[in-house]
């Protein structure tokens, strides 16, 4: 079983910048494709970015809100993923959450019940 522990929330004012981190153990972390999703109160679990890997290269999907303003990255020598978040803005406000799977569906990638592993999650909160 892969243990994911997310860190770097915080509280930021409207336009400012967070690195979120999800460091995996228990795992082959080359081998993980790990996502980030968020859950704002009174809403659903949505996606926000993920990071698997190609034959040749890494790959990164982003939901559109974040396109842009998020850039997701990885440190295997660290067994980490990261994601910088620029001109975050108060609709950013929710807990962020990473999770895992072993080469899931591609096209899957955007729904949480494809992964089988979470972390805990960091609360990100944008003041206006």
């Known amino acids: 079983q892969v243990q994911l522990v997310e860190s770097g929330g915080g509280l930021v004012q409207a336009g400012g910048s967070l690195r979120l981190s999800c460091a995996a153990s228990?795992?082959?972390?080359?081998?993980?494709?790990i996502g980030w999703f968020r859950q704002a109160p009174g809403k659903e679990r949505e996606f926000v970015s993920v990071?698997?890997?190609?034959?040749?290269?890494?790959?990164?999907d982003y939901a559109d809100s974040g396109k842009g303003r998020f850039t997701i990255s990885r440190d295997n020598a660290k067994s980490t993923l990261y994601l910088q978040m620029n001109r975050l803005q108060p609709e950013d406000t929710a807990l962020y959450y990473c999770?895992?799977?072993?080469?899931?569906?591609?096209?899957?990638?955007?729904?949480?019940?494809?992964?089988?592993?979470w972390g805990q999650g960091t609360q990100v909160t944008v003041s206006s």
């Open positions: 999770a895992a799977v072993y080469r899931g569906d591609v096209s899957a990638y955007r729904a949480p019940n494809t992964y089988d592993s």
């Open positions: 990071s698997w890997s190609g034959p040749y290269t890494w790959h990164a």
């Open positions: 228990g795992g082959t972390f080359t081998s993980l494709s």
